[in-house]
């Protein structure tokens, strides 16, 4: 991370509120652009208490209403969202955007069912939330609110006199990845296309994962909200490290496969040398690996 990255840095009167009430944990809360809120996920596995509160989630103030990005893992991580919301502008929430189904991004939509917004999402988000709705409910205790409106390929959401445009991108991360860009400060919300420190996890298409982060490589940004991990203001070189992980899980796959060998081997042996630089390594690259090698044995 380099000396001009924005640092998370807790919003003072979000923390006050919370902490009040548990001393020890506090809601962080950070407004890199004007009008662009962050709560910063924390780097934890799934089987880990706090496994709701892992996603970047927030908002974005306009003129006239708020739209929030990603709700977190539960009700209560959306709750103390919408409180954050509250400190910080009267204007009404009008959308709740969600960047993919996962449930550190979706649980949290509940929370905000009383602000009567438009649930906005990818046109393959309300199956995917439907495929998903027993997980929700057997392993992580909350069921979900569907989108009500969908974008097929983009959409412009006015937030008065400021306007977010959505995209929804083929299989990459997942089968229902939509990125939110504020034309006012160009803040790039990327859900987890964009994995930083924490290892991307894959559970969509790795060759479509790959040809998509050309694509967001081309784009101005001058401000990248990823899924997981530090926001940046260098968005291409935040790019690099995660594009290398997945390259090498590709090629150490398609020697793998080449050479005959067994599943077992290539989770011991397939980009073993990334393995330093990413956190949470032993609980995700092995279904990474099995994956790819799904994606990859028939090509
Ligand atoms: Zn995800």
């Not at 069921?143 to 937030?159: G, K, N, Q, S, Y």
């Not at 530090?230 to 594009?243: G, L, N, Q, W, Y």
Request: aromatic share 8%; net charge negative.
């Amino acid at each position: 991370m380099g000396a001009a990255e924005p640092r998370i840095v807790p919003g003072l009167l979000s923390c006050l509120m919370v902490c009040a009430a548990n001393v020890a944990y506090c809601f962080n809360l950070s407004e890199p652009n004007t009008g662009v809120f962050v709560h910063a996920g924390r780097q934890l596995a799934l089987d880990m208490p706090g496994h709701d509160d892992i996603a970047n989630i927030g908002f974005i103030v306009g003129k006239k209403c708020v739209a929030v990005i990603d709700s977190g893992g539960s009700i209560r991580i959306g709750s103390e969202l919408r409180a954050a919301i509250m400190q910080h502008t009267a204007l009404p929430i009008c959308y709740v955007i969600n960047t993919h189904v996962h449930f550190d991004h979706v649980l949290g939509n509940a929370a905000f069912e009383i602000d009567r917004p438009s649930f906005v999402g990818h046109a393959a988000l309300t199956q995917a939330m439907a495929r998903s709705r027993e997980l929700f409910v057997t392993q992580y205790g909350g069921d979900v609110i569907a989108p009500d409106r969908v974008v097929e390929h983009e959409l412009t959401l006015d937030l008065g006199g400021r306007q977010l445009q959505l995209r929804a991108w083929p299989t990459a991360h997942s089968d229902c990845d939509l990125t939110v860009f504020d034309q006012q400060t160009d803040a790039l919300w990327t859900g987890d296309l964009l994995f930083r420190e924490r290892l991307p996890a894959l559970d969509g298409s790795l060759k479509g994962w790959l040809s998509m982060l050309d694509e967001l490589m081309r784009m101005k940004v001058a401000l990248a909200v990823p899924g997981h991990g530090p926001v940046t203001r260098d968005f291409k070189s935040a790019i690099i490290p995660e594009r290398e992980y997945l390259e090498a899980l590709a090629d150490g796959i398609r020697g793998e496969l080449s050479e005959g060998r067994p599943l077992e081997h290539a989770i011991q042996h397939v980009a073993a040398a990334q393995k330093p630089r990413w956190l949470l390594w032993d609980s995700v690259h092995p279904h990474n690996v099995v994956r790819t090698y799904e994606e990859l044995e028939w090509e």
